[in-house]
């Protein structure tokens, strides 16, 4: 993983200066999509790429501890070996006995599964290369106590994970109280401690415009995220390539500014192969090459990888599979 973004002073001059134009980020998004194809041995390429840029996710009220081993399983063998091999792996790397097999980025759960992941990981021995993520701050509304939602991620880092996906409060947004949202984000940043990384949820859907998403991508990163992610999915709006276009401007801005290169993670209603793809169009274009590693993009999914198997057996078989064909995650 990278370094953690040390962060900055917040700049209230810069934000200030900020304006969106709608209609330019709507013809740019659009000419992302209807000029730019990628198909046959190029197509399973990058969606082999997708699939290691996904956090494999279960946020359910009815998760239990097998649910979480089923998808840490899932996520250590994303891909059936007879498939990775038709594709023209070895079956050392396609059987997951390689270090260069091919797994998810990591698995995302609620801190009280954090344990439950980071034990099934270790059994499968791929706690090394599995990231464990858990959301906290009282997701998915973050309309909790700062002291509550501090100790909810002070838990999970007990608990093991690596990465700590927060959600940030909408109201401070939507008034305009970006010092406050500075500071409650830079107390979140020094409860994340030193060596777990701090992703931003924006919710997107609730903040009235995309110069208000540009404006609180700019504080999360100056508060010191190390990612920033589009939605909850539990949000009636989450993520866009308007959004994502309008956070991957910020997240090049700030780099350019600051010169640290900041993740970024777009999350709910992305279901098929041609959303990862065009996702990777997006973040290719805007962002260059380096951004398209598990290091600096992700993937907030749970029903995505299916479809994506589906895509996979398509190119290798010349035929589709129903879904349930394929394990679930």
Request: charged share 20%.
């Amino acid at each position: 993983m990278p370094n953690n973004n040390l962060g900055c002073n917040l700049d209230t001059e810069w934000l200030n200066k900020v304006h969106v134009n709608l209609p330019a980020v709507n013809r740019r998004t659009a000419s992302l999509t209807s000029h730019r194809a990628v198909k046959k041995n190029w197509q399973a390429a990058w969606l082999l790429r997708a699939i290691s840029c996904i956090d494999l996710t279960t946020l359910g009220g009815d998760d239990t501890k097998s649910n979480v081993m089923r998808l840490c399983a899932k996520a250590a063998q994303p891909v059936s070996p007879d498939l990775l091999i038709a594709l023209g792996f070895d079956e050392e790397t396609a059987k997951g006995l390689s270090s260069n097999r091919i797994t998810t980025a990591a698995v995302c759960v609620y801190p009280a599964k954090v344990s439950d992941a980071v034990d099934s990981l270790q059994k499968l021995g791929v706690a090394a290369k599995i990231q464990v993520a858990s959301v906290a701050t009282g997701f998915p509304s973050g309309q909790y106590p700062l002291k509550t939602r501090l100790e909810e991620i002070r838990f999970a880092v007990e608990e093991g994970a690596t990465e700590i996906d927060i959600v940030i409060d909408r109201s401070l947004v939507l008034t305009h109280q970006w010092r406050a949202l500075y500071d409650e984000l830079k107390e979140m940043k020094k409860a994340c401690g030193p060596k777990v990384h701090m992703k931003s949820i924006l919710a997107v859907g609730e903040l009235g415009s995309l110069t208000n998403v540009y404006k609180a991508s700019l504080v999360a990163m100056m508060a010191g995220s190390d990612f920033i992610k589009t939605s909850t999915g539990k949000e009636a709006v989450n993520a866009t390539l308007a959004v994502g276009l309008v956070m991957c401007r910020a997240i090049r801005d700030y780099h350019q500014r600051i010169g640290f290169k900041v993740g970024f993670k777009p999350a709910g209603g992305i279901r098929t192969a041609k959303d990862a793809i065009n996702w990777l169009i997006l973040i290719k274009e805007e962002l260059g090459d380096d951004w398209l590693s598990p290091e600096l993009f992700r993937f907030g999914a749970s029903g995505l990888l299916t479809d994506i198997e589906r895509q996979l057996y398509h190119h290798v078989t010349g035929r589709y599979a129903c879904a349930q064909e394929f394990t679930m995650g």
